[in-house]
């Protein structure tokens, strides 16, 4: 696609339920990452995928965040038992290989969670 | 590790007015630097980036800014605002070292241009 697809735009999900955040990245862009944005912060670096190498995972912030990466294509990242402290921004970005810093990640327009 | 500062999360200014946005950046390594900007309802796009060579550089849009490595500064300048320039800014490094390049963020700051 000509940019960076999240689905959906806005979620609202009780606390204690799962929810699924779905990411279509640029075609041919190897490198995917996910953040989270809270309100009035900036931005959280959550996962890293980087073509078929393990992700780097670093940034997660519990058990109860996870991601999968089909190929260089399609990243859902799944919360689990989610708390109102879940409640932020998810945006996604992909890159061309090694190339981010140099064109700059493409931003998808994020998935606003809320957990009431 | 990296942390990226934005002092400012507000900043107000009249149209036609020059406005600078401040980002000092805290890292043990080389970093590359990056100004993003948010307008609202839309997702992040790169405004500018520092990789090497020159500490001045500039956007299509009139902003600038410039790689201070003693000061670890990359303040976002621009001489004359619009009310198009309304958006939020976020200021970013990412390490030289590593091939992953995540992206570290400041807290960001909300220009707010007023006719």
Partial sequence: GAGVSQSPSNKVTEKGKDVELR????????????YRQRLGQGLEFLIYFQGNSAPDKSGLPSDRFSAERTGESVSTLTIQRTQQEDS?????????????????????SGTRLTVV | AQSVTQLDSQVPV??????????????????????????????????????????????????????????????????????????????????KDTGRRALTFGSGTRLQVQP
């Fill in chain 2, 14 to 95: 009249f149209e036609e007015a020059p406005v600078e946005l401040r980002c000092n950046y805290s890292s043990s390594v080389s970093v590359y630097l990056f100004w993003y900007v948010q307008y609202p309802n839309q997702g992040l796009q790169l405004l500018l980036k520092y990789l090497s060579g020159s500490t001045l550089v500039e956007s299509i849009n009139g902003f600038e800014a410039e790689f201070n490595k003693s000061q670890t500064s990359f303040h976002l300048r621009k001489p004359s605002v619009h009310i198009s320039d309304t958006a939020e800014y976020f200021c970013a490094v990412s390490r």
């Fill in chain 1, 23 to 34: 990411c279509d990245p640029i075609s041919g862009h190897t490198a995917l990452y996910w």
């Fill in chain 1, 88 to 108: 932020a921004v998810y945006l996604c970005a992909s890159s061309p290989p090694g190339q981010g810093e140099i064109y700059g990640y493409t931003f998808g």
